[in-house]
């Protein structure tokens, strides 16, 4: 099921959003294993006092569950354990919390993603087990009203200092990778130690009220929800506050992500609070391509005061890829881009030098409108490919209320620019402006 382009149609977007929601629920309830059950880690021996290790409890719980049940964590206590894998038609109901143990050996070296080529977090050829990590298969379902907590703080000097794990990956706090039929719902995600939640290539995607909290400047890269090659993805009423992106989408990196080939497609993002964080992403990682993305309806208030952005496009020398497709409308930033600017296409992100055609990441038929920024440190930047501009580039209603700087803009060939705060954004372009 693929929705229209969400650029040209916004409102089929949303509504196809639901559609395939809708449908996924039914299936998922069609095809519920007949000898489904639910235990409780304490069944299996779990003592929530903080302090003990109860993998073998966890693991055991979920061992009796293979093929289809529940296991259940319950309120008012906190079980530590290394890290679970979850199998097709699990439930893991989180009403307490579940917290990773602080020892790096419980959380081994698993292979770098073939879409990728390298770990993400130190380029290395490994990376530690993610907390909750699932790989292939189908309806896995983490839900409840508790928290799990990834125990970042024992992870983060890793950042500052890799001599600790050499070449190695800090841990997601959860992965699903090749996953149809996800849903994530009610549960607090709590100081991962790398990225927050990490969907790969997944398809049927439900991610909804849930918390994800990461300090910032405490949490390096530590973003909300990377998306990554998946499709049909929805993403709503959760509230975000992080160490980097609150949402991105991504699809693979350099020749790996080319090679593989899976782009992250039909993903609707909507009706979310962010606080503190790097804003609302696609990118940079794209080589695998990535179209068909709505974000709309969001809030976002951040308070750090750090290099926050309210939209960021964002794209690195020789990924190639595409953009195509991306459509930010009726999002609200009360507080967005102190100091780094409102909105941005970059370019060139953290790399320097240039790519020739085939290299430069194609990027067309992006819409801005109906954006306000109430709060923000200037109006941003569209700076496109010089080798290979961007084309059909739409900027609708868009105002930016801290108007001490100019919008920057190069190698943009094609677009419309219509009532937009600064003005200059046309003339910065060289595009001709609309009326209202």
């Known amino acids: ?193 790398f990225w927050t939640f990490h969907p790969t290539y997944c398809t049927d995607v439900h991610i909804h009220h849930i918390t994800i909290q990461a300090p910032w400047g405490q949490a390096p890269n530590g973003d909300g929800i990377d998306v990554d090659s998946c499709r049909n993805v929805l993403i709503e009423h959760n509230y975000i506050n992080c160490g980097d992106d609150h949402v991105t989408i991504l699809s693979g990196v350099g020749a790996a992500g080319q090679a593989f080939a899976m782009p992250s497609k039909n993903i609707t993002v909507r009706d979310n609070k962010l606080g503190t964080g790097m804003g609302l992403s696609v990118g940079s990682s794209v080589s695998g391509g990535v179209e068909d993305v709505l974000y709309t309806n969001n809030i976002m208030n951040e308070t750090a005061g750090q290099w926050g952005m309210g939209v960021h496009i964002k794209t690195r020398v020789s990924y190639g890829g595409y953009i195509r497709n991306v459509a930010y409308v009726d999002n609200v930033f009360e507080t967005a881009g102190v100091p780094g600017g409102a909105i941005h296409i970059e370019c060139g992100y953290q790399s320097g030098g240039t790519c020739n055609y085939t290299e430069c990441t194609e990027i067309r038929d992006i819409v801005f409108r109906n954006l306000t920024f109430q709060n923000s440190g200037g109006p941003g930047d569209l700076i496109c490919f010089e080798n290979r501009p961007c084309h059909n580039i739409t900027v609708e209603n868009v105002h930016v209320n801290e108007q001490g700087r100019d919008w920057g803009c190069s190698s943009v060939a094609s677009g419309t620019i219509t009532d937009v705060t600064p003005t200059g954004l046309a003339a910065a372009c060289g595009l001709n402006t609309s009326s209202p």
Not at 89 to 96: A, E, S, T
Not at 130 to 135: D, E, G, K, L, S
Not at 161 to 179: A, C, F, K, T, Y
């Open 1 to 193: 099921f693929e929705h229209t382009s969400c650029a040209q149609n916004t409102a089929m977007s949303s509504a196809s959003a639901v559609c395939w929601w809708l449908m996924l629920s039914v299936s998922c309830a069609a095809n519920a294993n007949a000898s489904w059950s639910s235990v409780n880690v304490e069944d299996f021996g779990a003592i929530g006092d903080n302090k003990t290790d109860n993998t073998k409890s966890f693991r055991s719980a979920l061992l009796a569950v293979v093929g289809g049940g529940e296991v259940v964590v319950p309120a008012g206590k906190v079980f530590q354990t290394a890290p679970v894998n979850l199998t097709s038609n699990i439930v893991l109901r989180v009403d307490g919390t579940m917290r990773a143990v602080e020892n790096m050996s419980a959380f081994p070296k698993i292979a770098i993603l073939p879409s990728v080529g390298h770990d993400y977090d130190t380029n290395g050829p490994a990376r530690r087990h993610p907390f909750v990590f699932a790989v292939g298969g189908r309806n896995i379902t983490i839900t409840g009203s508790g928290t799990i907590d990834g125990a970042g703080a024992y992870w983060w000097p890793n950042y500052h200092n890799r001599s600790i794990d050499p070449h190695v990956g800090r841990p997601h706090l959860m992965e699903l990778q090749n996953i149809s039929g996800v849903e994530v719902s009610g549960v607090t995600l709590l100081n991962s130690g």
